[in-house]
């Protein structure tokens, strides 16, 4: 099981980023996927999560209207689409399979990606 999640970057409030995630060592198309981040100092949380297919989404209540999560099962592929980016959604987002609001309950974790807001 691998996760490659890319995308991310430096942005100044209000803007937007897109990350992605591909997934690989597992069949994609009957999992849940989530996104998690974790900023400096702090554990890592759950930011959202799908339904293996698409249909269903749901969203922490710090990024809900904000933040979009989205899936190619034909790519094997999570996105989650930031926009009206904060400088408190600073952190390394991870996704992984499954969803759950303790994350040591996962395994496999990528590398991540760094999401970076300025002012």
């Known amino acids: 099981v691998q996760f490659v999640e890319s995308g991310g970057g430096l942005v100044q409030p209000g803007g937007s980023l897109r990350l992605s995630c591909a997934a690989s060592g597992f069949t994609f198309s009957s999992q849940v996927m989530s996104w998690f981040r974790q900023a400096p100092g702090k554990e890592r949380e759950l930011v959202a999560y799908?339904?293996?297919?698409?249909?269903?989404?749901n969203y922490a209540d710090s990024v809900k209207g904000r933040f979009t999560i989205s899936r190619d099962n034909a790519k094997n592929t999570v996105y989650l689409q930031m926009n009206s980016l904060k400088p408190e959604d600073t952190a390394v987002y991870y996704c992984?399979?499954?969803?759950?609001?303790?994350?040591?309950?996962?395994?496999?974790w990528g590398q991540g990606t760094q999401v970076t807001v300025y002012s």
């Open positions: 799908i339904s293996y297919g698409g249909g269903n989404s």
């Open positions: 992984n399979r499954g969803w759950t609001l303790n994350y040591r309950l996962l395994d496999n």
